[in-house]
């Protein structure tokens, strides 16, 4: 693969080879077979969604095209965020609203019996927990927390503490970083865009719904290298301090962080292992090449 030039410069096909659609799930289909659709309607050899959502979930769903399925692992973490309704089983207490904020923080779960992970009990991170509004027996709400989170064993534990009972009722995911659902693109977008440019050579539309890959990593800090740098780590080479450019004062909260060219390419993924102003050393452990 090839150095990839400005990332607002590339033709529609290696746009698709190295994009990200920022999907509006539908319920029904599982996240795999969306992703699938994808990958066939975009001609790509493959196409991963970033974070599942169960079947009958809707909403955020960032489906990488092509090479940007090298991607994947940004979206293991960070933050997502929910609007679920909790269905109670009996009439709701006055104080809906302080034992909800009692969840915000650290929680321990266990993974239900049809999770594909171990069921190990362990903590997730309830960055909020704010009730929207309350109508008979059904409060909405608005969740904030850690990947890996299972909103309906939440919803679960939150109507044991309120003393009526409760289950999830309907789930809509509005953020996963760096995307959110100001954007959100159906399939019918991007099918009607890939037609638009196929049949009449009008690929405006279709830079509207399928984005470089690169804003995928806008959460991310990002260390600048030169030319010079880039096509040696292409070929397998670390990231030495004589090739970096400029750098973001922090890295992320594990250390990762993306590297690209002056003209905005991305070339990797890394952890920042060094001091990017010394004179020598390593910066940038690779972790995964993209070019």
Known sequence: MNLRGPPDERDPRDLLEFGVVNLDKPPGPSAHQVAA??????????????GTLDPKVTGCLPVLTGAATRLSQVFLEGTKEYVAVLELHGD????VE?????????IYQKPPRKSAVVRQLRVREIHSLDVLE??????????RCESG?????????????LGTGAHMGHLR?????????????????????????????DDDWLREVVSPAERSLDHLPRVTVAYSAAEEIANGAQVYAPGVIDAEAAASDDGLVACYTPDDAVVCLGRMVGDPDAERGRVVELERVLV
Request: hydrophobic share 40%; glycine share 4%; with cysteine.
């Open 37 to 50: 659709w994808v990958r066939d309607l975009c001609d790509v050899e493959q196409a991963a969604h970033a």
């Open 92 to 95: 709701p207490p006055a104080d």
């Open 98 to 106: 302080a034992v909800a904020a009692e969840f915000e923080g650290p």
């Open 134 to 143: 309350v109508e008979g027996r059904q409060a909405l709400l608005r969740i």
């Open 149 to 161: 989170t299972y909103v309906r064993k939440l919803c679960h534990d939150l109507g044991l503490a």
């Open 173 to 201: 995911r509005t953020a996963t970083d760096p995307f959110d659902d100001t954007d959100l693109v159906t399939l019918h977008d991007l099918s009607d865009a890939l037609a638009r440019w196929r049949e009449n050579d």
